[in-house]
C-alpha cells in the first residue's frame, strides 16, 4: 500500500486536562478530578494521528522557545514526523489549552494560543517544495487566517487535494473556500458558516450543499453520534456512527481529520475513507486526553474487526 504524505499547517499546544463528574457552572468549584498533562493542539493532533496510522507527515507550526516548545518538538520526533518547519518563538510562549471533561465525555476547552498566533504565511512559504509534493493538506483554524489561506494556495496551485476542518468556527472566505477540497465541519460550524440553523439531517443537507455553492467538492458534516453526512454534487449519504461508550471527546475530530487524510491520500474512495476516519474518531473518544488517545493503525484495524 501506498504510504501518502501529508502536510498539516496548524497549532500545537499543551493540553492540561481535569477530568470530573460534571463541568462546573460559573462561579462554581467541583472537586474530586482526575488531573493529566497531554500533548495537544488540532494541528498537532492530527499530524500525529496521520503519522501513527502509517503517514509520512510534514508539520508546519510555530511553538515557544520554552519547556512546552522543546517538549512538542520531542515528541514530534518520537512520532516520526519531520519537524524542519516547527518554529521556535524566542518572544511567545507555546500554547497552552486548560480542558475540562464531564462524565460523559463531554469538555469545555479555553485556549491560550501563545506563539500559534504568530505563524505567518512567510513560515508556510518556507514549505512550498513539500505542500507541492504533497498527497493532502490538512489544515484547522487555530492558527493566524492569511498562513491558512497561504497554505491553501499553494496547493491549489499545485494540484494538491486541500482538507479542512473548520475549527474553531468561524466564518471564512469564498476565496478560502473555493480552495477547500473536502471540507469537514460540525453541526455548529456549519451552522455558523452558512446561516442554515443546523438542527437535524435536512437541515445538515442544506447546509452542506451551500457550502458545496463556494466551489468545495465534497463536505462532510461531522454529527458526533448520529454519524457523518457526506455531501457532493452527486449525492447525499448519512455514514452511521460506530457505538461506543465515550470516555472523552476531546481529540476525536482530529484523531477523524487525519485517518481522512491518511485513507485519501493511500487512495481509498471517499465513503471508504470516512468509514476508516469514523472508526479512528471513535476509538479515540473512548480514551482520555488528547494525543494519548490517537489510535495506531494496529489498533484502529483492531478495532474496526
Known amino acids: 500500500m501506498k504510504r501518502p504524505r501529508i502536510v498539516v499547517v496548524g497549532s500545537s499546544n499543551t493540553d492540561m486536562v481535569i477530568k470530573s463528574d460534571k463541568i462546573p457552572a460559573p462561579g462554581e468549584t467541583v472537586l474530586g478530578g482526575d488531573f493529566v498533562m497531554a500533548a495537544g493542539g488540532k494541528g498537532a493532533n492530527q499530524a500525529v494521528a496521520a503519522a501513527r496510522l502509517g503517514a509520512e507527515v510534514v508539520l508546519v507550526a510555530r511553538v515557544g522557545r520554552d519547556l512546552f516548545g522543546n517538549q512538542a518538538i520531542e515528541n514530534f520526533k518520537a512520532e516520526g514526523i519531520q519537524t524542519d518547519f516547527v518554529t521556535q518563538d524566542d518572544g511567545t510562549p507555546s500554547g497552552v489549552a486548560l480542558i475540562l471533561v464531564d462524565a460523559a465525555g463531554e469538555n469545555l476547552i479555553s485556549v491560550a494560543p ?71 465541519p460540525n453541526e455548529t460550524e456549519a451552522e455558523l458558516l452558512t446561516g442554515v440553523r443546523v438542527s437535524d ?16 467538492r465534497a463536505v462532510l458534516v461531522t454529527r458526533g453520534a448520529r454519524g457523518v453526512l457526506i455531501v457532493t454534487p452527486a449525492e447525499t449519504k448519512t455514514m452511521p456512527a460506530m457505538r461506543i461508550k465515550p470516555v472523552d471527546t476531546t481529540a476525536a ?37 488528547a494525543q494519548p488517545s490517537l489510535p495506531t493503525r494496529d489498533e484502529l484495524e483492531r478495532f474496526r474487526a
Open 253 to 289: 475530530g482530529d484523531a477523524f481529520n487525519g485517518a481522512l487524510a491518511v485513507a485519501l491520500g493511500e487512495g481509498q474512495e471517499l465513503e471508504a475513507a470516512v468509514r476508516f476516519a469514523s472508526a479512528a474518531g471513535a476509538l479515540a473518544a473512548t480514551r482520555l486526553g
Open 201 to 216: 439531517e435536512d437541515s445538515a443537507q442544506r447546509a452542506g450543499r451551500q457550502l458545496l455553492g463556494a466551489g468545495i
Open 114 to 184: 501563545g506563539a500559534n498566533a504568530k505563524l505567518e504565511p512567510r513560515d508556510v512559504v518556507q514549505a512550498s517544495d513539500v505542500i507541492a509534493s504533497a498527497d493532502a493538506v490538512l489544515l484547522q483554524l487555530e492558527v493566524p487566517l492569511a498562513a491558512v489561506e497561504q497554505a491553501a494556495r499553494i496547493a491549489e496551485s499545485a494540484q494538491v487535494p486541500v482538507i479542512l476542518n473548520p475549527a474553531p468556527a468561524q466564518q471564512l472566505p469564498d476565496s478560502l473556500l473555493s480552495r477547500v477540497s473536502i471540507l469537514t
